[in-house]
């Protein structure tokens, strides 16, 4: 489990970032009249991806010999509960708690990756979230 991101790794992890940039994109310079539905798609697709984050805590905890650690667990279920409510919030301050959401995401990351020999994907999860971030603040600020 210690190894750094595989190609397949790294090739589907940014990848993930086309919804987020196209998003970014479509807001500024798609047609008249799309902003609208521009922004709500990016909101919909950070909501995934900060639940996908989390789950990936739960992912870790079972991994762990011994059985899973309850701070995990509880820590997996958070962004989900974050996002959701953003999803409901005008979308402007809904892109804005996923963009926060994002990069608490990453700081959990930051300390619990290296515990479970993961550091060296922490490159790659620092660039994705800073992108996926910015592109959550571009949709701030034009939606």
């Known amino acids: 489990m210690g190894s750094a ?9 940014y990848a993930g970032l086309l919804p987020f940039v196209g998003g970014a994109v ?3 310079a798609g047609p008249a009249g799309q902003q609208a539905l521009a922004a709500q798609a990016l ?6 991806i900060v639940s996908f984050l989390g789950g ?3 992912g870790l905890a079972f991994a762990v010999p011994g059985g899973p650690s309850t701070g995990r667990l509880a820590w997996g279920v958070v962004p989900s509960l974050l996002a959701w409510p953003a999803l409901l919030l005008p979308v ?3 892109l ?3 963009a926060c959401t994002l990069v ?3 700081a959990v990351d930051h300390r619990a990756y290296p515990r479970h020999g993961l ?3 922490l490159p790659m999860r620092r660039a994705l979230s800073t992108v996926a971030t910015l592109s959550c603040a571009v949709g701030v600020a034009l939606a």
């Open 56 to 58: 990936i805590h739960w």
């Open 104 to 106: 608490l995401c990453y």
């Open 43 to 48: 909101a919909a697709y950070a909501a995934t």
């Open 96 to 98: 804005a708690l996923l």
């Open 119 to 121: 550091g060296a994907w």
């Open 5 to 13: 991101p595989s190609r397949t790794a790294l090739a589907l992890g």
């Open 92 to 94: 402007s301050a809904g």
């Open 26 to 28: 479509w807001l500024a």
